[in-house]
């Protein structure tokens, strides 16, 4: 049972590359999500899909794009990346929307 | 969600209890306290949740005061392992809520040999 599980793990991208995040979970979990990390700031959440088949904007949406492939799995794309976007990016899921959200490792991304 | 407040940092002896500490004053009737941690930036890692009483499981003990205005995060016999920044949330549980989670400052506990 490994939880949640990204990739990559480390990622170094030019300015103006684009790049997806893969995420998948054998928890059965309705619900999926997408957080940013910079220092000093927490966590931050870009986009959630709180069931297979819907996907919806969270607090930080700009920039990225998400789909929701299947119940397993939620990727995030990076269509044109831009230095702000350097960050830890980790993929969560949870039961249902506003259960218990269970994160994966993170995944570490320089955009130069 | 209510805000809370946490000590930036404790230290604890290998062996013994961490007893982290937690103010929420202005928790609503529904939400609930939830604590994670985060080891050298890895994900942050769930520990344990409650509403009004007292929760244990296998990681730690939460004990909620009466008021539901503070609370306290037990790791009944720390090891080097438990060294992490340790989060206190508060937030509603339910569909309602969209996921956001609201990580503050949290308490870097130190667990020393």
């Known amino acids: 049972n490994a939880g949640v599980t990204q990739t990559p793990k480390f990622q170094v991208l030019k300015t103006g590359q684009s790049m997806t995040l893969q995420c998948a979970q054998d928890m059965n979990h309705n619900s999926m999500y997408w957080y940013r990390q910079d220092p000093g700031m927490g966590l931050r959440l870009i986009y959630y899909?709180?069931?297979?088949?819907?996907?919806d904007k969270g607090e930080v949406p700009n920039g990225y794009n998400v789909s929701r492939l299947n119940k397993r799995e939620f990727s995030l794309r990076l269509e044109s990346a831009a230095p702000s976007q350097t960050s830890v990016y980790f993929c969560?899921?949870?039961?249902?929307?506003?259960?218990?959200?269970?994160f994966g490792e993170g995944s570490w991304l320089t955009v130069v | 969600d209510a805000k809370t407040t946490q000590p930036p940092s404790m230290d604890c002896a290998e062996g013994r209890a961490a007893n982290l500490p937690c103010n929420h004053s202005t928790i609503s009737g529904n939400e609930y306290v939830y604590w994670y941690r985060q080891i050298h930036s890895q994900g942050p890692q769930y520990i344990i949740h409650g509403l009004k009483n007292n929760e244990t499981n296998e990681m730690a003990s939460l004990i909620i005061t009466e008021d539901r205005k503070s609370s306290t995060l037990i790791l009944p016999h720390a090891t080097l392992r438990d060294t992490a920044v340790y989060y206190c949330?508060?937030?509603?549980?339910?569909?309602?809520?969209?996921?956001?989670?609201?990580f503050g400052q949290g308490t870097t506990l130190q667990v020393k040999p």
């Open positions: 899909s709180a069931s297979e088949g819907t996907t």
């Open positions: 969560a899921s949870s039961e249902m929307m506003g259960n218990t959200i269970y």
């Open positions: 949330i508060v937030r509603v549980f339910g569909s309602s809520n969209t996921g956001k989670l609201i």
